[in-house]
């Protein structure tokens, strides 16, 4: 099964990468993490509006075949790391491919969110986006972890 991180950003600094990278890495083949960047729309004087709407439209453009659509937005449920692995076993339990969907700085469009089967709220803080790539991976890959007796979750 691969989980499809589809994150709206793209050039992001070396950490980002390097830390999104070290967790995916880690993850075994039939957990696979893969990260589809969606090219932002320039924001300076735009119609904040028509922009999401149409990063949303990228978004949904980029998601795999009959995916399992999961968006990471505030008022998403809030899952504990043990909540996580419950969702993660039944994934992986399903056969079908993950789309976990980050949106850009407005967040989501509407038509993301209405496509979504669950809804992730990473916590009540607003993080960086470049920053949720990294906290999506680790958590993936802890969650995992926890699911297969590895001493990294304690």
């Known amino acids: 099964m691969q989980i499809h991180l589809i994150a709206v ?10 830390g999104y990278n070290d967790y995916a890495k880690r993850l075994p083949r039939e957990c696979e993490l893969v990260l ?11 119609d904040i509006a028509r922009i999401t709407k149409e990063e949303g439209e990228r978004m949904l453009a980029a998601l795999p075949p009959r995916a399992h659509i999961v968006t990471l937005d505030i008022p998403g449920k809030p899952w504990t790391t043990e909540d996580l692995a419950k969702a993660l076993k039944r994934w992986l339990g399903n056969g079908q491919p993950v ?8 967040g989501l469009s509407q038509a993301v969110k209405e496509s979504a089967q669950e809804s992730w709220s990473l ?14 991976a680790e958590q993936i890959y802890r969650a995992w972890s926890l699911l297969n007796n590895h001493p990294y979750h304690r």
């Open 99 to 106: 789309a976990l969907m980050a949106g850009g700085p407005e």
């Open 123 to 136: 916590s009540p803080l607003t993080f960086p986006h470049p920053l949720v790539r990294v906290i999506v």
């Open 9 to 18: 950003g793209n050039k992001m600094p070396d950490w980002v990468q390097q």
């Open 36 to 46: 589809r960047e969606i090219a932002p729309d320039k924001r300076r004087g735009g």
